[in-house]
């Protein structure tokens, strides 16, 4: 069997087909959606993969990343198993593939260790509420992993644990293995500012069950918080918020469960910190 793992594992999570084989049968050339030929368990897409007979190697010869755009496939195999032509929809394999369909390719069959780590960062937008001006605390989780490096190193800046300041801050990380192959990712921290928060806390109280009273002043202090604020008027908007928590506090148990107070609460302290009320 051909569609297996350096390890000698079966190839799973997808179809291994089309093969193309060297004149001495040593290698053998197909393309596969199975999730362990591929460094970082694949991404659902068919790739090129070359299989050493005499070592048991498995080599991907491309990585793609857009499910159902990044095909390659149907490779043939030159008769000393050097070079491989295949087709293939994934744009980034050269530079300048912009006609946005399928195209022919030749590349060479080299053993050495020249496939870069698998880099997995967050999908989407990392999102997380400011706890002062300074912004927020944000962690995350970035790993790789890689053909034939068991631990490559990834480094991102900034790195996971720093503070974060309002607003969109992209990260970058790069994956490097023991051959010095590099991958780069990177994604978005948002951290939620005063604007943002105050509409969360908005919502909650337009949405979640309370006394009919209890929900129209609620609104109004959000209302006179917001006007203060488009003028300025910080201090002002501070001692509103601070209105806002001594009602709901009165009122828990009362016009609104214990469980809504206590998370209307956390939630406009939260607010007066960002917005540097003080104590």
């Known amino acids: 069997m051909a569609s297996i793992t350096a390890a000698g594992e079966q190839a799973y999570g997808g179809e291994s087909a089309g093969p193309s084989i060297s004149a001495d049968g040593r290698y053998v050339a197909f393309h596969s959606s199975a999730g362990n030929l591929s ?29 159902g755009e990044d ?3 149907f490779p ?8 491989v032509a295949f087709t293939s929809r994934n744009n980034d394999l050269v530079t300048g593939d912009t006609n946005g ?17 698998a880099l997995d960062v967050p999908q989407g937008s ?13 962690t995350y989780e970035v790993t790789a992993s890689d053909i034939d490096d068991p631990n490559p190193t990834v480094s991102c800046v900034p790195p996971s644990g720093s503070v974060f300041p309002i607003g969109d801050t992209t990260v970058t990380c790069t994956a490097t293995d023991a051959s010095g192959n590099s991958a780069i990712g990177t994604f978005v921290v948002h951290v939620q500012g005063v604007a943002e928060q105050l509409d969360e806390l908005q919502w909650m109280v337009d ?3 309370m006394d009919a009273d209890v929900r129209e002043g609620l609104q109004a202090k959000l209302a006179a918080i917001r006007t203060a604020l488009a003028k ?22 009362q ?3 214990v469980d809504l107070a206590a998370v209307l609460v956390e939630r406009a302290n939260r607010i007066r910190s960002v917005a540097g009320c003080g104590s």
């Open 101 to 117: 369909v399928a195209d022919v390719f030749l590349a060479a069959v080299t053993w050495g260790d020249d496939v870069p780590p």
């Open 207 to 209: 949405t979640f069950d």
């Open 232 to 253: 300025q008027r910080a201090a002002t908007a501070c001692n509103v918020l601070r209105g806002f928590v001594n009602q709901v506090t009165d009122e828990s148990g």
């Open 126 to 138: 990392i999102v997380q509420p400011a706890e002062s001006p300074a912004g927020a605390v944000v």
């Open 255 to 257: 016009g609104l469960t």
């Open 39 to 67: 460094p970082g368990g694949g991404f659902g897409t068919a790739d090129i993969v070359v299989f050493d007979g005499e070592t048991n190697r498995t080599k991907p010869l491309t990585l793609g990343r857009d499910f």
């Open 71 to 73: 095909e390659s496939v």
């Open 76 to 83: 043939s195999l030159t008769s000393d198993g050097t070079q």
